[in-house]
């Protein structure tokens, strides 16, 4: 069975500062997605990422794939109010279609 | 296009009541789901389908029936409504082809069992 793990659950941040959000899969996947959602909002793409080693940025957001050690990161440089949200990490196999599994999510809070 | 659509945003139910949460997309996607979001947890898979009159349970289907008559709709019913199934529900679509990995989610059904 797949599973997901994220840590930390809560991160308070200070503007202008770097972070880290993980997340960690415990079998062979094809797809890892990260996902923004604000409160009572559906769920914002954010990244895909394909293979091992690939890296994505969009503005102070950046995410990567480690498929040997499970694990992606979404590393935020720079904090600042508008990225306060939930992020979610969340991996599916090829084979099975359109089945995702979540991770339970990271909530930031980025304060002055 | 209008992407993925679900109806109701909000509903009220009492425990025993039967309803239908409509979703349906017009982007011709053949893969859909649905999935339901309790408070503080990521999303977790109730049904999903790879095509018209085909699907297959996921993580937590109990409580649960659907559907796939058309392409654009994939309807989840809810039988006998329990206060569990208290949830925020999104459906979500993709396209089948290997090289298209994109979702769309919906923008959700707040249900409230009571």
């Known amino acids: 069975e797949l599973k997901v793990e994220q840590n930390p659950l809560f991160l308070s941040m200070q503007e202008g500062k770097n972070y880290t959000i993980y997340c960690n899969y415990s079998?062979?996947?094809?797809?890892l997605y990260w996902y923004r959602q604000d409160p009572g909002k559906s769920l914002e793409s954010l990244f895909v990422?394909?293979?091992?080693?690939a890296v994505k940025q969009e503005g102070r957001l950046m995410a990567s794939l480690d498929t040997k050690a499970r694990l992606s990161t979404l590393h935020i440089t720079a904090a600042v109010h508008d990225l306060s949200a939930t992020y979610f990490c969340?991996?599916?196999?090829?084979?099975?279609?359109?089945?995702?599994?979540f991770g339970g999510g990271t909530r930031v809070l980025v304060k002055p | 296009n209008a992407g993925v659509t679900q109806t109701p945003k909000f509903q009220v139910l009492k425990t025993g009541q039967s309803m239908t949460l409509q979703c349906a997309q017009d982007?011709?996607?053949?893969?859909m789901s649905w999935y339901r979001q309790d408070p503080g947890m990521g999303l977790r898979l109730i049904h999903y389908?790879?095509?018209?009159?085909?699907?297959d349970q996921g993580e937590v289907p109990n409580g649960y029936n659907v559907s796939r008559s058309t392409t654009e709709d994939f309807p989840l019913r809810l039988l006998s409504a329990a206060p569990s199934q208290t949830s925020v529900y999104f459906c979500?679509?993709?396209?089948?082809?290997?090289?298209?990995?994109?979702?769309?989610f919906g923008p959700g059904t707040r249900l409230t069992v009571t």
């Open positions: 969340a991996v599916d196999i090829k084979a099975a279609g359109n089945k995702l599994t």
């Open positions: 982007m011709n996607h053949e893969y």
């Open positions: 079998t062979t996947s094809d797809r």
């Open positions: 990422l394909l293979s091992n080693g």
């Open positions: 979500a679509s993709r396209q089948a082809a290997v090289f298209s990995y994109e979702q769309y």
């Open positions: 389908s790879v095509g018209a009159g085909i699907t």
